[in-house]
């Protein structure tokens, strides 16, 4: 294979031509495929369906405390979700609450709570000048929303194979007192697949900010979504690394079993310092009588324990890594050697994270839309919608079948291909 | 019977000794019983749990429409629950989303939004010198938590009989731009059970607010909560009447499903002006991807449609009738003729709303708690926790037993005698 930057112009424009040719067949099969948005498929939805049928008219409805989960009560979640979730997020059960079904939710609840009242009793943010988060690019666009929001200014922080840029992450937080959060989906991170390395998890927890209400948003949203059997990440314990460095309450992690039982008829939970739970119980009195308590009775007798979350989660693993690998296999088989568009290989979480030549990202998603390939829009994946190299895109292979993934991700590969063609013939 | 106001000091005294002896037999009795939260019973949690069959792993998932309740999407709601949420609130289905499991929270979002980003793009109101809301009292302590929680102004609003007193009401929103909402409970109002007339309900709907961010929150918890069926109360649609004032944005409703499925595991909506819906979709949106489907489908399927809403609540009305009974008779058989207090007997919803003589009501409570009867505290049911007259008791009757709602409400007027008697003398 022949690097599209070593040929010449007459070399591109008959490659052109050929993939026009190719471009314009696709143009008639009228496909409708959708690779936009980190759904599970179809066959993921039969997984859980049996949990369906752990409670019904006939269970014992009370916790294993005695506490009638039909009645209002237990703020903090019934005693033994928070156990589930906890081992989960390989924390304390007193250092969980469990919420609805959104960790979503539960990040925008933080933030604006941290806009009207402040941070465990600091100034409102909405009575700043000016709150900045720094967001590790590219990531997770629901985060951005947020903070766009709420008007918070969005600071890029590039993301490296083993985390964000801490060189960077440091100067900022250490120095400037208007910093104060940060965007991090730690493991097999949303969309570039990378797991923060334990150098990385170290550094975060010995941040001396700036900021006294400084505050690490760990979404760990695919803490136990590996795809391998055999090759898994794992990342340090944040929580206990800011406990030893001294910062016990600079961390508010976030988990959901949104992508284990079902999107949006989930549970989900906050885990934090017992100093930060307490403020969060206080406020969140305010805010609800209590969150669902037969979903989350539902969830723990259906999972039983951590080892039942793991079993489960090997049932998406196999429906879902032939997708992944569909998409692989082909970037691999048509992309390699031509340098122009880089990829990793994720080992878990749900998207591959694609960067074509500087510029070509538009284009290229542009280009699938035509053929009826909807990818997640390009820029998405930075604060304000912007890739300022206009290169990321990001791939999300679970909710289509594989054969329709394999399809999509030919498609893809050919838009890449003429968007790279029509990038060097630009530029000549 | 003697009025107390009637009695001689000697007589005053005499019954003194007589009540204290009674007392001190009840202090040996050990009673140990709650008439504090509104809390369904065990007896009524029974009534839904049919429900929880209705949806089982042989369920078609999908919503009429076909679309899948098990994954993403349907921020507002699926079409069947919609239609439901809206038949309940008498409001078009276009008019309603349905939410997570608490509509106390949907009120917290929506003063939080405001607070944060204004009312379909007014000035925030954390921008503002002054925000203040009117609190129609005796009312429900957890919109006043609300209210409070912002640093939002109370400013107390009398309640009477027919509704709140609208000739303040009016002269605080049309003429005080800082009146930025107010709170309702306008059909078996909490605690107080009484229902606005239709000359309120045209009344609110004819505010010329002179703020355009004013909202009447219209917390209609206990819209088809009836007591009985002979005698139902029944209030004008206050979205009608609001367009026809040419007010169409100026209310927001809220209703769920927390004491007619179960408290903490119902579903909740809000309706509102087609605009403001946009607005309030537009906001939802940043904050969460969706609520809980599967639960609105199973709500759906297990009540059907208004028909199957009533039917239920008939269950409840038979449930919790005698209990409020229990204690109205006791009232009016105990208290009748002494004029040391006055109730309403309401014919829906919650509560039974106790006015004692001014200064008694802390000492009531507090004698009670003393012989194991717990209530709401009082001033609960006023802005900051402080009734002016010390007069307002709310009883919640339906945890207990009728049986032990005999017993609480024994206790009840004993303690209203003594801490009367006590008053007196006090005077004298």
Chains 1, 2 share one sequence.
């Not at 943010?125 to 985060?143: A, E, I, M, Q, T």
């Not at 800011?242 to 961390?251: F, H, L, R, S």
Request: charged share 25%.
């Amino acid at each position: 294979m022949k690097a599209y930057k070593d040929m010449t112009k007459d070399e591109l424009l008959t490659l052109k031509a050929a993939l026009e040719e190719e471009y314009k067949t696709l143009e008639g099969q009228g496909l409708n495929l959708n690779m936009a948005r980190g759904k599970p498929g179809f066959s993921q939805l039969a997984f859980s369906m049996p949990m369906l049928d752990v409670i019904n008219s006939d269970s014992d409805m009370r916790t294993f405390l005695g506490n009638d989960t039909r009645n209002y009560g237990d703020l903090d979640g019934i005693g033994e979700s928070r156990k589930l979730m906890a081992d989960m997020m390989s924390v304390q059960k007193d250092n969980v609450i469990v919420c609805g079904n959104s960790s979503l939710n539960i990040m925008y609840d933080m933030v604006s709570r941290s806009m009207t009242h402040g941070v465990n009793g600091s100034t409102p943010w909405c009575k700043l000048d000016k709150v900045s988060f720094l967001c590790p690019v590219p990531g997770y666009d629901r985060h951005f929303k947020i903070t766009e929001f709420f008007g918070i200014e969005m600071i890029n922080i590039p993301l490296y194979d083993d985390g964000p840029d801490m060189d960077l992450v440091e100067k900022y937080v250490n120095n400037d007192a208007s910093v104060k959060g940060i965007w991090c989906v730690p493991k097999y991170s949303n969309p570039t697949g990378i797991s923060y390395s334990d150098e990385v998890v170290r550094r975060f927890a010995n941040l001396k900010p700036a900021a006294e209400d400084f505050r690490i948003y760990w979404d760990n949203a695919y803490c136990i979504h590996h795809l391998y059997e055999d090759v898994q990440d794992e990342i340090l314990n944040i929580l206990e690394e800011c406990e030893k460095a001294g910062n016990p309450d600079m961390v508010y992690l976030f988990a959901s079993t949104s992508k284990i039982s079902f999107p949006g008829s989930g549970i989900s939970a906050i885990a934090s310092s017992l100093n930060n739970i307490e403020h969060i119980m206080k406020q969140m009195s305010v805010q609800t009588i209590g969150h669902d308590k037969i979903n989350q009775l539902r969830h723990s007798r259906f999972f039983k324990d951590i080892n039942g979350l793991h079993e489960h989660m090997k049932l998406h693993a196999n429906a879902i890594r032939p997708k992944f690998e569909a998409v692989l296999d082909t970037l691999e088989a048509e992309l390699a050697g031509l340098e122009i568009g880089s990829w990793i290989k994720p080992r878990g979480g749900y998207f591959i994270s694609f960067n074509s030549l500087p510029g070509c990202a538009k284009n290229i998603v542009a280009k699938c839309k035509a053929l009826g390939v909807v990818l997640t829009g390009a820029g998405a994946t930075f604060p304000y919608g912007k890739d300022p190299e206009d290169s990321n895109i990001r791939i999300a292979p679970t909710f289509p079948t594989a054969e329709e993934m394999r399809q999509a991700a030919a498609v893809f590969v050919l838009c890449v291909k003429l968007a790279s063609v029509e990038k060097y013939l630009e530029q000549m």
